[in-house]
């Protein structure tokens, strides 16, 4: 498995809208692998392809806490057929707009269409951390960011941090 790198804000491939996965084979297979290998790294709990420079609806998590055995889950072509109209406020935070996190409304529960690791096809409802973490994801697939939800103030000092982050790292590696 390869450990691919996770691009950050403001990188503009971020807001491309992914293609359509279509079938699920031993090259997808592989993609969803070495996607959860660089999330496991990162770490984090979810990612889309998107957010490691490939522009395909493909999605994984784990929601494991760290005291439980790991639970990784593949999606590809994740589509909401139907959502409950209670909303929940939840923390999240981002692999792509690193050590920033906001609460962010979304609907508690939803019913998900997805494609799994092998092809077959699953309709189900979900709820709380799991609903929030997948329409986080979904979101990366259309090219929208968590901040996206945010105001414009809050958004701008987000990728303000990232590229300060990111200019102090330069400067350390190059000393």
């Not at 279509?22 to 959860?36: A, G, S």
């Not at 806490?65 to 923390?91: K, N, Q, S, T």
């Not at 092809?119 to 986080?136: N, P, R, S, Y």
Request: aromatic fraction near 6%; hydrophobic fraction near 40%.
């Amino acid at each position: 498995m390869t450990i691919q790198k996770i691009l950050t804000v403001p990188n503009p491939v971020l807001k491309q809208v992914s293609r359509p996965v279509k079938t699920m084979d031993d090259q997808m297979r592989k993609l969803m692998d070495d996607m959860l290998e660089t999330m496991y790294d990162a770490p984090g709990i979810g990612l889309a392809a998107i957010q490691v420079g490939i522009p395909l609806r493909v999605i994984v998590m784990d929601l494991a806490g760290p005291d439980e055995e790991p639970a990784p889950m593949y999606f590809a072509d994740p589509e909401i057929l139907e959502d409950v109209e209670e909303m929940r406020l939840w923390e999240e935070g981002c692999l792509s707009v690193p050590d920033f996190y906001e609460e962010v409304e979304r609907p508690e529960r939803i019913k998900l269409k997805y494609m799994d690791y092998h092809g077959k096809e699953v309709i189900q409802w979900v709820d709380g951390l799991f609903a929030t973490c997948i329409q986080h994801e979904m979101d990366h697939l259309n090219g929208v960011l968590f901040i996206d939800h945010l105001s414009r103030l809050k958004r701008q000092r987000a990728v303000r941090k990232v590229q300060k982050a990111e200019r102090d790292r330069a400067i350390e590696a190059a000393e």
